[in-house]
């Protein structure tokens, strides 16, 4: 298996526009897990999808953020509109074993700018 | 969300030498205690994880040593060498809900 995929790799985009992340999970895999990786704040949990239906969205900062995962081998992430602050590395990663602590594979990462 | 401590943020080793990372939990419900590493422009891979029913484990250079009652854990990499100079991260999770809570992160250097 080639892992979890993410696409774009690197993103520049000007405030205020639309920003979709692309993720495809290790094929099998039934959790999804989007974070956000800053300096200040670390690896922070942005979304939990478990066989595709989201469980818990706390981390979603607010109402720009949206997730969705249409079938078991895609998610998108996006923010519209984008600001300045949300310029971050957006790493998506996927387990097995819902429900259970186990090992979570993450993908290369997206790194956004938004300027 | 429960917060997972981890000390130093940065920390600097001699080739050959020890380091060690330490993390502190607040929730006694979590129940798997893994450590990722992470090279630049990477994402965190596993490293080495314990639960809390034994005291110590031990792969390779790498060790966790787990302290159920002060709820603390630690990485220690013994002869560390330039190629484990990386960020590495503790995290913490619990039976019945698959999410990781992370530390901050240690930037680690090993100079040669």
């Known amino acids: 298996d080639a892992g979890v995929i993410q696409s774009p790799r690197h993103e520049v985009t000007e405030m205020g526009q639309e920003v979709t992340l692309r993720c495809k999970p290790i094929?099998?895999?039934?959790?999804l897990f989007w974070y956000r990786q800053t300096m200040m704040r670390g690896l922070e949990l942005l979304i939990y999808f478990n066989n595709n239906v989201p469980i818990d969205d706390s981390g979603m900062p607010e109402d720009r953020f949206s997730a969705k995962m249409p079938n078991a081998s895609f998610s998108t992430l996006k923010i519209q509109p984008s600001e300045p602050r949300d310029s971050a590395v957006y790493f998506c990663?996927?387990?097995?074993?819902?429900?259970?602590?186990?090992?979570?594979?993450f993908g290369q990462g997206t790194r956004l700018t938004v300027v | 969300q429960q917060q997972v401590k981890q000390s130093p943020q940065s920390l600097i080793v001699q080739k050959g030498g020890i380091s060690i990372i330490n993390c502190a939990y607040e929730?006694?419900?979590?129940?798997?205690f893994p450590w990722y590493q992470q090279f630049p422009g990477k994402g965190p891979a596993l490293l080495i994880a314990?639960?809390?029913?034994?005291s110590e484990k031990k792969e390779g250079r790498f060790t966790i040593s787990f302290n159920k009652s002060a709820k603390q854990f630690s990485l220690h990499i013994m002869d560390s060498q330039p190629g484990d100079s990386a960020t590495y991260f503790c995290a913490a999770s619990m039976s019945g809900y698959s999410t990781l809570t992370f530390g901050k992160g240690t930037m680690l250097l090993v100079s040669p």
């Open positions: 094929s099998g895999h039934n959790s």
């Open positions: 929730n006694t419900a979590f129940d798997y």
């Open positions: 314990i639960r809390p029913d034994v």
């Open positions: 990663a996927s387990s097995s074993h819902p429900g259970a602590a186990t090992e979570a594979f």
